[in-house]
């Protein structure tokens, strides 16, 4: 089991960093790339594990992927697609490993397959619940099976899922109970192999790469208040194979603003970030607690609006709490815990509501959080739709020893508190970072954060 060691300094931290690929994008870009009818060019792809099972799961399907060198002297991926009907049976069960996003988009493709799969995944995903993408595949058509686990009804992978034994799915029409990108995203990827339009009602905005990404790839995808539809009537079902470029992960960056925002010293600057309306919540929070967080050089990269964003060392002085719920929950899931460290540092109590969500992530993120907290000295109150945090303002964090349970967005948040501590911190467990951000020590150390990595 692998730690951290961090060691508050009083100079606080300063500097420029790149944001890795976005994880999200990254999976999204492996599985259509699979599906394009030709060579798709992928710049940015992250180096995380879990990009690298969606990268195994499209070559384990048909797809050959190749590393070449970039128009701009960077690492590319060329993926030879093979269309929308051109996928091959796998040879074994297709291990998703953590990746809890690349198990539930890899079923909504493989409901719309003639021959069955496995999706398996580790201890962690292997927790995760799966029937509200198994609901929506089996009202297709498709065959989507799971083991029972401790919630009555409930399917836990390992998943088999296979698509109907003679023709294509049919269409539907779904509303989600609650709002999740990776469940639309499931239900419109099985809509390519449906013979009838697909349509997916959602209680508020979620991640909306898959519909943006269909539509720059040619897919017949359109929007309308809450609704995305995807209707194949007139489409020669064929997916445009034109070159993706993965923007900066807004969650990675999230660590370096925190570490900017809790410890102070100098400005912060973070490269190429996306900065795509449903995952700018965690910088609609920021705002609403007193940061200020600017961005620069805004443009458009394959689809996706990017930024540089800037952290004056001024950004941290005057925090507040606030409370954080609705769509901005939504938009900032995988940032709460990590907001919740900058809340600690607020005047006054956050109140973090409507983030039920977190019970269902790598951890019970709301448990996870709270202990993370609560290690640091912090004050909180955990409640059934979230928690508060009681913040100590300019009052440093006490040093803690903070078990991250396996679960890589509590170990990179604890990381961050430790910097606020007036004395070393130990974080244990810490190994899943590398399947979204392997770079984040050497990230955070070249900021100025004294820490190191131990066996």
Same mark, same amino acid.
């Given at each position: 089991m692998t730690?951290?060691?961090?060691?508050?300094d009083?100079?606080?931290?300063?500097g420029?960093?790149?944001a890795p690929g976005?994880k999200?994008i990254?999976h999204?870009a492996a599985?259509?790339a699979?599906?394009?009818s030709g060579?798709?060019?992928i710049t940015?792809m992250?180096?995380?594990?879990?990009?690298r099972r969606?990268?195994?799961?499209a070559?384990?399907?048909?797809?050959?992927?190749?590393?070449?060198?970039?128009a701009g002297?960077?690492e590319?991926l060329?993926?030879h697609g093979?269309?929308l009907?051109?996928l091959?049976?796998p040879r074994?069960?297709?291990?998703?490993?953590?990746?809890?996003?690349a198990?539930?988009?890899?079923a909504?493709?493989l409901?719309g397959q003639n021959f069955?799969s496995e999706?398996v995944?580790?201890?962690?995903?292997?927790?995760?619940p799966?029937?509200r993408?198994?609901?929506?595949?089996?009202a297709m058509g498709?065959?989507?099976?799971?083991?029972e686990?401790?919630?009555p009804g409930?399917i836990?992978?390992?998943l088999?899922?296979?698509?109907p034994r003679?023709?294509?799915?049919a269409?539907?029409?779904w509303?989600?109970?609650?709002?999740?990108?990776?469940?639309k995203?499931?239900i419109?990827l099985?809509?390519?192999?449906a013979e009838?339009a +697909?349509s997916?009602s959602?209680p508020?905005? $979620?991640?909306?790469?898959?519909?943006?990404m269909l539509a720059?790839?040619?897919?017949p995808?359109?929007r309308?208040?809450g609704?995305?539809?995807?209707?194949?009537a007139?489409?020669d079902r064929?997916?445009?194979p034109?070159p993706?470029?993965?923007p900066?992960?807004p969650?990675?960056?999230?660590?370096?603003v925190?570490a900017?925002l809790?410890?102070?010293?100098?400005?912060?600057? +973070?490269?190429g970030?996306?900065?795509?309306? $449903?995952?700018?919540g965690?910088? #609609?929070?920021l705002? $609403?607690m007193?940061?200020?967080?600017?961005r620069?050089? !805004?443009?458009?990269e394959?689809g996706?609006?990017?930024? #540089?964003l800037?952290?004056p060392a001024?950004?941290?002085e005057g925090?507040r709490g606030?409370e954080?719920?609705g769509d901005? +929950?939504?938009r900032?899931?995988d !940032?709460i815990p990590?907001?919740?460290? +900058?809340a600690?540092?607020?005047?006054?109590d956050?109140?973090f509501?409507?983030a039920e969500?977190?019970?269902y992530?790598?951890?019970?993120r709301i448990?996870t959080?709270?202990?993370?907290?609560?290690?640091?000295?912090?004050?909180v109150?955990e409640?059934?739709?979230?928690?508060?945090?009681?913040?100590?303002?300019?009052?440093?964090?006490?040093?803690?020893?903070v #078990?991250a349970?396996?679960?890589h967005?509590i170990?990179?948040?604890?990381?961050v508190?430790a910097?606020?501590?007036?004395?070393p911190?130990?974080?244990?467990?810490?190994?899943?970072?590398a399947?979204?951000?392997p770079?984040?020590p050497?990230?955070?150390?070249?900021l100025?954060a004294?820490i190191?990595t131990?066996d």
């Amino acid at each position: 089991m692998t730690s951290y060691i961090i060691e508050p300094d009083r100079a606080g931290v300063a500097g420029e960093v790149g944001a890795p690929g976005d994880k999200s994008i990254g999976h999204r870009a492996a599985i259509l790339a699979a599906l394009a009818s030709g060579e798709v060019s992928i710049t940015g792809m992250g180096r995380g594990e879990d990009n690298r099972r969606s990268l195994g799961a499209a070559e384990a399907l048909g797809a050959e992927i190749s590393v070449h060198r970039g128009a701009g002297g960077g690492e590319a991926l060329r993926v030879h697609g093979v269309g929308l009907d051109g996928l091959a049976a796998p040879r074994g069960p297709i291990d998703c490993g953590n990746a809890g996003t690349a198990m539930r988009l890899l079923a909504g493709i493989l409901a719309g397959q003639n021959f069955g799969s496995e999706l398996v995944g580790d201890a962690s995903l292997s927790r995760r619940p799966m029937r509200r993408i198994g609901d929506p595949l089996t009202a297709m058509g498709a065959s989507v099976t799971g083991r029972e686990g401790q919630r009555p009804g409930e399917i836990y992978p390992p998943l088999s899922v296979r698509g109907p034994r003679r023709g294509r799915l049919a269409g539907l029409d779904w509303t989600l109970d609650v709002a999740s990108a990776q469940v639309k995203s499931a239900i419109l990827l099985a809509g390519l192999f449906a013979e009838g339009a +697909v349509s997916v009602s959602e209680p508020g905005p $979620t991640r909306d790469h898959t519909e943006r990404m269909l539509a720059y790839l040619g897919a017949p995808v359109s929007r309308d208040k809450g609704r995305v539809t995807l209707d194949p009537a007139g489409w020669d079902r064929r997916l445009e194979p034109r070159p993706l470029a993965v923007p900066g992960d807004p969650s990675a960056a999230a660590f370096a603003v925190a570490a900017g925002l809790v410890a102070g010293g100098g400005d912060i600057a +973070v490269r190429g970030v996306c900065v795509n309306d $449903t995952r700018t919540g965690f910088f #609609d929070a920021l705002a $609403t607690m007193g940061a200020r967080i600017e961005r620069r050089n !805004e443009r458009h990269e394959g689809g996706e609006p990017v930024a #540089d964003l800037h952290v004056p060392a001024s950004a941290g002085e005057g925090l507040r709490g606030a409370e954080i719920g609705g769509d901005v +929950v939504v938009r900032a899931i995988d !940032e709460i815990p990590i907001l919740a460290v +900058v809340a600690a540092r607020a005047a006054g109590d956050t109140d973090f509501r409507d983030a039920e969500e977190l019970r269902y992530k790598e951890s019970d993120r709301i448990a996870t959080t709270t202990e993370m907290l609560r290690g640091f000295g912090v004050e909180v109150e955990e409640h059934a739709g979230g928690f508060r945090v009681r913040g100590r303002g300019a009052k440093p964090l006490a040093p803690a020893r903070v #078990d991250a349970a396996g679960d890589h967005r509590i170990a990179m948040s604890a990381a961050v508190a430790a910097l606020a501590a007036d004395g070393p911190t130990r974080v244990d467990d810490v190994d899943n970072v590398a399947t979204s951000f392997p770079e984040f020590p050497a990230a955070l150390g070249s900021l100025g954060a004294q820490i190191r990595t131990v066996d």
